[in-house]
């Protein structure tokens, strides 16, 4: 099942001051952890098109408890805030991870909010303000007011407008001051903040800098990571990669970030990649199944080896994967490659 169906097969609709779209995908073996992810801008919200989940595909790998939450008021986003300078559509987004959180019995501690740029700003802002554990967030707005004008009519009049009741020079200061006041009056904020960015894009320089000098005149730490680039584009790409790492890192499970096979002759090569906050902390090995198509018996086999890149001789064309093991200290994963033809 592809995560498209999957993700309609099990949304849902939470009723609160507001409804609240969100699906929720629980964890495989028993967690005490919970990530809240939430949407960012998806660029075609003024033709119609409405809210998408994000990094669905990335976080499905960490084995906790993960709810995405969409960003849809009447069909328009709202920061996760709510409209005409209310917070209708927040209390009942924080109603919702409160009762997952009460549920299963999951510590605030044990919460991490995760989202980048307009997802980003909502994971922090939520993190702070209800005391959660972590934010593990990429390049964001913290002057959201000043943001929206300057993106397009859409996010000036539709969503400004809608945040704020108004489109107005006056409405675009209230809404920078409303999070920058908010985050300032934080003295003693519990979350801890772990923030991605590319080092020239105008979302780090205009936003995440001025946000960090508030956690520095707080006495706040954090944890900055700096990439390369300058086009606030490429965040998702990188973001993906941050949350690899990070979030394995916290929830202390490690994962398959990479399963790829390949062929030269008749020989199957298969490479795995892992966490690398385990590879370096921990004792992790990798086994390995050579499967034929029709087979049911495996046909080779590597018992665990620490070498993450494995070489099977085949003498018989066909399609042919790999179940993949993979052990940190006393923990088993496992995963199948794709098929790949032999041809002789």
């Known amino acids: 099942m592809g995560f498209y169906s999957y993700i309609k097969q099990n949304e849902n609709t939470f009723s609160g001051a507001k409804n609240i779209k969100y699906f929720y995908m629980p964890p495989k073996k028993k967690s005490n952890h919970l990530i809240v992810t ?18 669905v595909k990335p976080i499905s790998k960490i084995d906790c408890h993960r709810l995405f939450i969409l960003d849809d008021y009447n069909g328009a986003p709202c920061y996760y805030l709510g409209g005409n300078k209310t917070n209708d559509y927040e209390v ?12 299963y019995r999951i510590q605030y501690q044990n919460i991490i909010t995760c989202g980048s740029s307009k997802g980003g700003t909502a994971a922090v802002y939520f993190a702070f303000k209800y005391n959660f554990g972590y934010a593990c967030v990429g390049a ?16 000036r009049e539709s969503v400004l407008g809608l945040i704020t009741g ?5 409405s675009v200061k209230y809404l920078d001051n409303y999070f920058i006041d908010f985050f300032e009056s934080m003295k003693d904020p519990k979350p801890y903040i772990k923030i991605h960015a590319g080092n020239k894009d105008p979302h780090y320089l205009n936003h995440v800098v001025p946000f960090l000098k508030i956690l520095e005149k707080n006495n706040k730490k954090y944890d900055l990571d700096l990439q390369n680039y300058d086009n606030h584009g490429k965040v998702g790409t990188y973001y993906t990669e941050y949350l690899l790492e990070e979030l394995p890192k916290i929830v202390g499970k490690n994962i398959f970030k990479k399963v790829e096979i390949s062929t030269i002759g008749n020989v199957i090569n298969t490479n795995v990649e892992s966490s690398k906050y385990f590879e ?7 086994a390995y199944y050579l499967y034929k198509e029709g087979q049911s018996e495996r046909i080779d086999y590597k018992m665990y080896t620490k070498n993450n890149t494995i070489e099977f001789a085949v003498v018989s064309p066909g399609k042919y994967r790999v179940k993949v093991f993979l052990k940190t200290n006393d923990e088993k994963l496992t995963e199948y490659t794709d098929y790949v033809e032999v041809k002789f």
């Not at 707005?141 to 996010?155: A, D, E, F, I, M």
């Not at 108004?166 to 006056?170: G, L």
């Open 38 to 55: 939430f949407s960012g801008f998806h660029g075609r919200e003024n033709e119609g098109i409405g809210a998408t989940y994000n990094y």
């Open 92 to 103: 009942s987004v924080a109603a919702l991870i409160l009762k997952f959180a009460s549920e």
């Open 140 to 155: 964001f707005q913290l002057k959201v007011g000043t943001y929206l004008q300057n993106v397009s009519n859409y996010t």
């Open 166 to 170: 108004e489109y107005s020079i006056e």
């Open 280 to 286: 370096e902390n921990a004792d992790v090995q990798y």
